[in-house]
């Protein structure tokens, strides 16, 4: 039912007039408590990815997006 669910969601966005989706986990980095944060980016085509960059989040070069995020990312894509 994943793939179900992503798609009413996106017919219901796209019905409101959106045109870009973005999803959020959180990710296992090493960090002390009083460090800088980071946030992490990755982008399906190099329009967003541009945008990422420009709105200075840090790429992530490595990795897999998993669980209802890396479905519903799949999913908007096509």
Known sequence: GKIRFCKRVLEFVG???GS????FAAMVTSMAPDGISRVFGAAIDESSLEDLRRWKVEVLEDGNIGG???VFL???SE
């Open 74 to 76: 799949g999913v908007a």
């Open 15 to 17: 019905r409101l007039g």
């Open 20 to 23: 870009n989706v973005f999803t």
């Open 68 to 70: 209802l995020n890396g």
